[in-house]
Nanobody, 124 residues
Framework: VQLQASGGGLVQAGGSLRLSCAVS????????MAWFRQAPGKEREFVAA????????YYADSVKGRFTISRDNAKNTVYLQVNSLKPEDTAVYYC??????????????????WGQGTQVTVSS
């Protein structure tokens, strides 16, 4: 499985971006996709996840109501719409995949595949 993240950039506080993660390779019907982020000097942090087949979503409390994860099965792409951005959202955003949902899905170490990351910088 190969993941290619894109869509990051520099935005002012309150702005929006749409991050994309293109998925290629054999994934299986139970695959789960996720977005994590990592700020300088901090651990990689769970942001959101979605099941590929049913579209069930999971969110970190810090982003509920502001971020939306979605997928386009035809395009094999997962999106993260990020709205009402704050300076503390500044981080490298990574997409990740694993072949089925895990009870510990918020832990980075349980994810099998990672994209290269895309930088999101929010200015105040």
């Amino acid at each position: 499985v190969q993941l290619q993240a894109s869509g990051g950039g520099l935005v002012q506080a309150g702005g929006s971006l749409r991050l994309s993660c293109a998925v290629s390779g054999r994934t299986g019907s139970n695959v789960v996709m996720a977005w994590f982020r990592q700020a300088p000097g901090k651990e990689r942090e769970f942001v959101a996840a979605i099941t590929w087949s049913g579209g069930t979503t999971y969110y970190a409390d810090s982003v509920k109501g502001r971020f939306t994860i979605s997928r386009d099965n035809a395009k094999n792409t997962v999106y993260l719409q990020v709205n009402s951005l704050k300076p503390e959202d500044t981080a490298v955003y990574y997409c990740a995949a694993r072949r089925s949902i895990s009870a510990t899905y918020s832990k980075a170490l349980v994810w099998d595949y990672w994209g290269q990351g895309t930088q999101v910088t929010v200015s105040s």
